[in-house]
T-cell receptor, first 110, second 113 residues
Framework: GQQVMQIPQYQHVQEGEDFTTYCNSSTTLSNIQWYKQRPGGHPVFLIQLVKSGEVKKQKRLTFQFGEAKKNSSLHITATQTTDVGTYFCAGPAAGNKLTFGGGTRVLVKP | EAGVTQSPTHLIKTRGQQATLRCSPISGHTSVYWYQQALGLGLQFLLWYDEGEERNRGNFPPRFSGRQFPNYSSELNVNALELEDSALYLC????????????FGEGSRLTVL
């Protein structure tokens, strides 16, 4: 079955620095979605990418969908303490089953 | 506009008992998804309901079941509870077909003793 993998599993970032988290699917995706889950909270939808090579920005967050539509990345610039949480990517498998990656847990050092 | 609501927030059961979790989707959403999130881990797909029908299920044993009601609310039933069923159970809703993401509730934390 489809597998979605994310690296790194953990990311310790100094406040103000940039970082990138990566998402890879074993199959070609029709779209890729990103979610953020704050500690103790529930996943919150951030964005969906549909087109090959698509790039979308939300303030300090830049999302990219790979040309082959099998990978994606999330880049955060000038990390802030509010960026703490786990970032999940998710892609649809057969039968509309949205498969989530294992997530990248982001910890920010002030 | 109200978001996805789940109840109960917390539930404590003992091994062998049954648990019932409930979910009300966002108004206008006809699809409901259930996910299991064990402590500190990722989201595992359980079930997808749309228009009252079960459309897909994940790799979970049959003792995990559910249904969707005519008002699109849903419940998840877990029979013969085992210790490893302890987890956060998340319900999400979307328009059907999903496009534009899932909207999650705050979850029901099930503890099996």
């Amino acid at each position: 079955g489809q597998q979605v993998m994310q690296i790194p599993q953990y990311q310790h970032v100094q406040e103000g620095e940039d970082f990138t988290t990566y998402c890879n699917s074993s199959t070609t995706l029709s779209n890729i979605q990103w979610y953020k889950q704050r500690p103790g909270g529930h996943p919150v939808f951030l964005i969906q990418l549909v087109k090959s090579g698509e790039v979308k920005k939300q303030k300090r967050l830049t999302f990219q969908f790979g040309e082959a539509k099998k990978n994606s990345s999330l880049h955060i610039t000038a990390t802030q303490t509010t960026d703490v949480g786990t970032y999940f990517c998710a892609g649809p498998a057969a039968g509309n089953k949205l498969t989530f990656g294992g997530g990248t847990r982001v910890l920010v050092k002030p | 506009e109200a978001g996805v609501t789940q109840s109960p927030t917390h539930l404590i059961k003992t091994r062998g008992q049954q648990a019932t979790l409930r979910c009300s989707p966002i108004s206008g959403h006809t699809s409901v998804y259930w996910y299991q999130q064990a402590l500190g881990l990722g989201l595992q797909f359980l079930l997808w309901y749309d228009e009252g029908e079960e459309r897909n299920r994940g790799n979970f044993p049959p003792r995990f079941s559910g249904r969707q009601f005519p008002n699109y609310s849903s419940e998840l039933n877990v029979n013969a509870l085992e210790l490893e069923d302890s987890a956060l159970y998340l319900c999400a809703s979307s328009m059907a077909p999903p496009g534009g993401g899932l909207f999650f509730g705050e979850g029901s934390r099930l503890t099996v003793l």
